[in-house]
Nanobody, 115 residues
Framework: QVQLVESGGGLVQPGGSLRLSCAAS????????MCWYRQARGKERELVAL???????RYPDSVKGRFTISRDNAKNTVYLEMTSLKPEDTAAYYC?????????WGQGTQVTVSS
């Protein structure tokens, strides 16, 4: 049974930082590409970070330079470090594992950027 459990979301002021974590089980984590997506209310889902099995990372322009994805294969955990947060970063953030031919999603964690 695959489980992805996100944590670290919350309320932060503009300009602040948060670190999201996603602990995975039930998959071969080290051979999975790991992603973070987000979905704001009324908007389409957006990929915000990806890290391959070879530790190659990709970001959209909207978060490049502010967000950093990393992984710890020994802990089966992927992280998303978010800095210089803006109100438009407010969304539910989801961890996704691309394992084999399937995508597995976590339950999401809410990030709210507001003063």
């Amino acid at each position: 049974q695959v489980q992805l459990v996100e944590s670290g979301g919350g309320l932060v002021q503009p300009g602040g930082s948060l670190r999201l974590s996603c602990a995975a089980s039930g998959i071969m984590f080290s051979i999975s590409t790991m992603c973070w997506y987000r979905q704001a209310r009324g908007k389409e889902r957006e990929l915000v970070a990806l890290i391959t099995t070879g530790f190659v990372t990709r970001y959209p322009d909207s978060v490049k330079g502010r967000f950093t994805i990393s992984r710890d294969n020994a802990k089966n955990t992927v992280y998303l470090e978010m800095t210089s947060l803006k109100p438009e970063d407010t969304a539910a953030y989801y961890c996704v594992a691309q394992y084999g031919s399937s995508d597995y999603w976590g339950q999401g964690t809410q990030v709210t950027v507001s003063s």
